[in-house]
């Protein structure tokens, strides 16, 4: 159950916010990150497991509501913790979308 409903919101998610657009890229062509932004949404929502803004949180990861393959920002207003089972299904989910959106045209 909680699989379909992980794959229900990531093709909500990514179905309500598409959009065209060029995604600023690393010099070897990987999707640019921003380490402040994550910094940031660690200082203002410490890990659900540990309560702390540093180190290791285990069991979580910092997620983006809009994949940044699908034009989300990479903004601390994009940003979540999700459970490491949940955020795999999401991602597999993810990937699968944003390949559609390059082969479409809508991301460059």
Same mark, same amino acid.
């Given at each position: 159950?909680?699989?379909?409903?992980?794959?229900? @919101?990531?093709?909500?998610?990514? !179905?309500?916010?598409?959009? =065209?657009?060029?995604? $600023?890229? =690393?010099?070897? %062509?990987?999707? &640019?990150?921003?380490?402040?932004?994550?910094?940031?949404?660690?200082? +203002?929502?410490?890990? $659900? #497991? !540990? *309560? &702390?803004?540093? *180190? +290791?949180?285990? %069991?979580?990861? #910092?997620?983006?509501?809009?994949?940044?393959?699908?034009? %989300?920002?990479?903004?601390?207003?994009?940003? =979540?913790? @999700? +459970?490491?089972?949940?955020? &795999?299904?999401? !991602?597999?989910?993810?990937?699968?979308?944003?390949?559609?959106?390059?082969?479409? %045209?809508?991301?460059?």
């Amino acid at each position: 159950m909680k699989k379909i409903l992980v794959a229900l @919101m990531c093709a909500f998610t990514l !179905t309500a916010f598409a959009q =065209t657009c060029t995604l $600023p890229r =690393t010099a070897n %062509g990987n999707i &640019k990150r921003s380490a402040s932004e994550v910094y940031k949404f660690r200082k +203002a929502n410490p890990c $659900p #497991v !540990t *309560g &702390k803004t540093t *180190g +290791a949180c285990p %069991g979580f990861q #910092v997620e983006h509501t809009i994949p940044l393959c699908a034009c %989300g920002p990479d903004k601390v207003s994009n940003m =979540t913790w @999700m +459970a490491t089972a949940e955020h &795999k299904i999401k !991602t597999k989910a993810d990937v699968k979308h944003c390949a559609d959106l390059k082969k479409s %045209g809508a991301v460059k």
